[in-house]
């Protein structure tokens, strides 16, 4: 059964911070792996959606990572800012289903 | 473009009464999922529909629980009778039509759900 993982469960840093978002998976046969945010008490925000076949993905200030051998990914942000602070989740596509990380908590601070 | 709409957002029940959740996925979009989150268990997958068809409802915690999609651009999630464990966030999800495998995943709000 794939496993999702996602490392630290909290962060918080200063505004203006570079900070890398960790996630792994137990089973490298998937569809693709997608990037949200989640503000409190909101749904989840399609952020940025990696199929298997690619490395990485761009939008803006972030940049996702795709490691299938190694089954990690990795979510950088940039110039980090306050409007930043939310839970960050990734989720891989093993087949019909999503499978979800518990999330990221981020802060960062003015 | 409206996205994923959910009603109601907010739902307070007393334990045994029954609940329906509704869903409107994204116009064209012919696959929808049912999610629940918790604090505790994070967000599981309940039921996955495509063109209006369950295709994999393994995740439905119990016969207490059920869900339609009759068709493309309305789904519901019944829980008859509630109970308090039932208390969670709600979310539906669709996906573009062709891309069941591949395409990206959008979000409805969510309906909160509080059975006392």
């Known amino acids: 059964k794939q496993e999702v993982t996602q490392i630290p469960a909290a962060l918080s840093v200063p505004e203006g911070e570079n900070l890398v978002l960790n996630c792994s998976f137990t089973d490298s046969a998937i569809y693709n792996l997608q990037w949200f945010r989640q503000d409190p008490g909101k749904g989840l925000t399609s952020l940025l959606l990696?199929?298997?076949?690619?490395r990485e993905q761009t939008s803006g200030r972030l940049n996702a990572s795709l490691d299938k051998s190694s089954g990690r990914s990795t979510l950088y942000i940039a110039a980090s800012q306050p409007g930043d602070s939310a839970t960050y989740l990734c989720?891989?596509?093993?087949?019909?289903?999503?499978?979800f990380g518990a999330g990221t908590r981020l802060t960062v601070k003015p | 473009d409206a996205g994923v709409i959910q009603s109601p957002r907010h739902e307070v029940t007393e334990m045994g009464q029954e609940v329906t959740l509704r869903c409107k996925p994204i116009s064209g979009h012919n696959s929808l999922f049912w999610y629940r989150q918790t604090m505790m268990r994070g967000l599981e997958l309940l039921i996955y529909f495509n063109n209006n068809v369950p295709i994999d409802d393994s995740g439905m915690p119990e016969d207490r629980f059920s869900a339609k999609m009759p068709n493309a651009s309305f789904s519901t999630l019944k829980i008859q009778p509630s109970e308090p464990r039932d208390s969670a966030v709600y979310f539906c999800?669709?996906?573009?039509?062709?891309?069941?495998?591949?395409?990206?995943?959008?979000f409805g709000e969510g309906s909160r759900l509080t059975v006392l």
């Open positions: 999800a669709s996906i573009p039509p062709g891309r069941s495998n591949t395409g990206e995943l959008f």
């Open positions: 990696i199929q298997s076949s690619q």
């Open positions: 989720a891989v596509r093993p087949f019909n289903d999503m499978r």
